[in-house]
């Protein structure tokens, strides 16, 4: 039987109107701003009215180090929440929302896949809500007042070669990365070079998804540095007074959208930060509002767990004050493979000695997820080429790592492929057997931070920065600034800081090229490695294939 | 008694669900797209749907040229829905949606006023159902994909220093009108001179709103040009193969959206392009659906009749094969004052000779208006400062121009201040005493049309345009666009290029600057002057004092 793509199967799912996906969860349909008849957005009142309900039972989904074999996070996420309604529990997703820019490069698709989707798949890809144009506009609405301050006599006294805060557009577009602004003239301003990141770069999506209400976002929105002055003093967003404009244009997106699995089970997707600059999760508020909702809410975090898990855990929970009961470690045999050094175009062979050399990538992640106090299990997401002996030797591994590895069909089959890891995925959380810490408190200094990450988690022998670096993260403690979180900017591919070094590498150092303050959203970003704010398209852009066809239907976009 | 605000109004204003409004029109809910319970976009397949169904009448409502003093357009258009649908009539409105950058800038209010206001007012000032937004990402995609192009390689051979497509940001941002793009080295392309637009500026915008349908739509996308090559010929958007995504990012975006009046009557506001280097009318698609929906639609066209009204019919009325049945001229006794030469301090005082005297400005609009032979009537839109002298001022000119002017309360009464003019209106249009034809054939050389608008809607004795302007209209003609129509860009303050010239001036020429071809539009846009399609805040923008208040609705918008 020829299999048959994602676009077919969401095709063909029977969605229920959004009103009844919202029934389900309790919510009336005053409560419900549709948009559509398959989604909405959650009022702002109704989330309010929940803060004295108890919270379910967290689940988080991540993975180990991503290959260009895949794994499937998002595709596990969304069918062990079917799985989990399956076995007659009641659970719900949250996911990040899908970038525009991107889709119009290579074939999207980031509401999962095969009988594990979030629907109406095409607009999650495209305008959506409108949450993501809701951000690119309240971010350049701040450029916009910014330059205008100093066009009209800079009374705050911003030193032009030192502002900070560039423009966004969700779009990819490399001839923005850097450009020159107010050429042509007295009337357009004083020429500057700037440049523009894609949307879900922009400090204003971390700030929204880090928020827990209107008050939180216009405060934080207002702690945003967006310029120095020549004695180095920052100046905030307060200052040229766009938060409460910013908040105004943010109020809508604020709100949690809702949607439905094939499964019409009900579906967060909130939110879209970047996993490197940013902390790649949903937003707290959706997150928050799913566990007053369900009784097990499954979500996940951007990249592998030395990444997405690390930040869930310790900027997210931190701030949002959530503890997952349990974590889900997606692995797939092919990519294990390719940790064991396996090329691309081999992946179709049975090679079980690869598998096991491939392991202590999965391994060391299960380690590290422990080490935040929170039990572990490994869901080895099903592809037809998998043989027996490379699945035992997989699970004989997560065996002797102290839990259990599980197979699961649900690309293939929904959520009948994933019941044995729904069971035992609410058994552990129902045993509440966590007892989740972050992984360095508060009040540790800002470097320690960064070398307690780099040690612990990436498993490094040393963090390289030179005094500048250094002396810059004092001056933020000085100022105040010591108790944020920091946000590793690293790969994705690697423990390391090479892309290349596949597997449980050690003996590496860790060198950090820049810091960055994100004032507005609460962390301090620490780069390591080159970081790309404002992707490019490709020879050729999926673009280019993307057409309405006869029956008004979406073609090319996956 | 203290007059309330806009705002204080529209938030006392008891809305019907949108389901009821569309109800009224008999559009079963599956056919309408809920944005919220306010709002709604009508599907694609109930618009097609009503292709055989009779036309109801047409009303278009314009202005004398625009002062200080205010007109009243839109309150005027949707007061005179208001009104026909108190005197039993079933009407509906059509007007243009708000651009979101302006609004931070000045306070807003695109959505009438007092009384007669289109509702949710807020949302139709911010974000409404995110029309404005995919015009910007299709816009920009095609930006993109144009760089990307000659960054792989440059099959098309694009002149780089000939790339005509700019991009577009929905943001009064004057850094942006000249900036030189893909700085920073090879991987970012081809350094060059850009810069970006309102997105109300955009070609994309004008071809949303002239599109009969989304097949309608892609071949327009095609047809615009973007470049040339060193040989001068055009490159098109089809070349570049943006046209299918740009038509499925825009696929939602040619639904038209369906609000309500104050009083509860349905309202169509879709589509905004500008009004001098576009047409400056709501989408044809919206005007078509109201008419087979409504037995009266009262549609607007931007600033002044010399400008709006002449666009509306020869523009929109020729493509989408429309008749006006009637035209209401707006007049302000205020504005009448300052066309006779009052200053703005001065207005409050009675000055019936300055009020004749500036009735030559609204004689002309009229004789200009019945040269496309359609009936006229004027609608005095009434301020508190109006004298009865200055009233029967009006009014007995207008008698000596053959048309009658009728007073009208609407800003302070609703529906009631305006059954006067609804009962004229109805009974003009139930006459069928149009004989409505362009004022120009489709053949026509292009210098001749503009020479034509110029002489008989300007009262120009003459077209100045030098030699290179002529050859390149000629060059356009042998290229197969003389049969385009024209679309002026000048001052709308003025008959002349002069915005200091009020009244009714005769003797002047009209300089034609530059000429630029919209061929996915298609009209050929004559420059008359200054034209400035990327505004700048001023230097208090009404961002600095937009915010939340504690109840969640937004202050200082208006």
Redesign the interface.
Known sequence: MAHKTDIEIARKASKLPIQQIGQKLGIAW?HL?????DKAKIS?AFVASLADRPDGKLILVTAINPTPAGEGKTTTTVGLGDGLNAIGKKAAICIREAS?GPC?GMKGGAAGGGYAQVIPMEEMN??FT?DF??V??AH??L???I??HI??GNALEIDQRRVVWRRV?????????????????V???FP??S?FDITVASEVMAILCLSTD?ADL?ARLGDIIVAYRRDKTPVYCRDI??D??M???L??AMQPNLVQTLENNPAFVHGGPFANIAHGCNSIVATKTALKLADYVVTEAGFGADLGAEKFMNIKCRKANLAPAVVVVVATIRAMKMNGGVAKADLGQENVAAVQAGCANLGRHIENVKSFGVPVIVAINHFATDTQAEANAVKDYVTTQGTEAIMCRHWAQGSAGITDLAIRVAAIADADMANFAPLYPDDMPLFEKIQTIARRIYRADDVLADKKIRDQLRAWEDAGYGHLPVCMAKTPYSFSTDPNLRGAPTGHSVPVREVRLSAGAGFIVAICGEIMTMP??P?V?S??????NGA?Q?D??F
Chains 1, 2 share one sequence.
């Not at 701003?33 to 008849?37: A, D, E, K």
């Not at 557009?169 to 042509?184: E, W, Y």
């Not at 673009?543 to 309405?548: D, R, S, V």
């Open positions: 005053e701003l549709p948009f559509g008849h702002e525009l119009f495209l305008h409108g144009h809701a690119t506009s350049n609405l450029s916009a007042m330059d205008n066009y009209w557009m969700d779009m990819n577009d490399r001839a923005l990365r850097d450009v020159v602004t107010s050429l042509g003239g009337t357009n301003g500057s070079q440049g209107l216009n007074k766009a409460g404009a908040t105004v244009l109020q809508q490019g398209l020879r852009p673009a280019e294939t993307i057409t309405l008004g979406i090319g976009l």
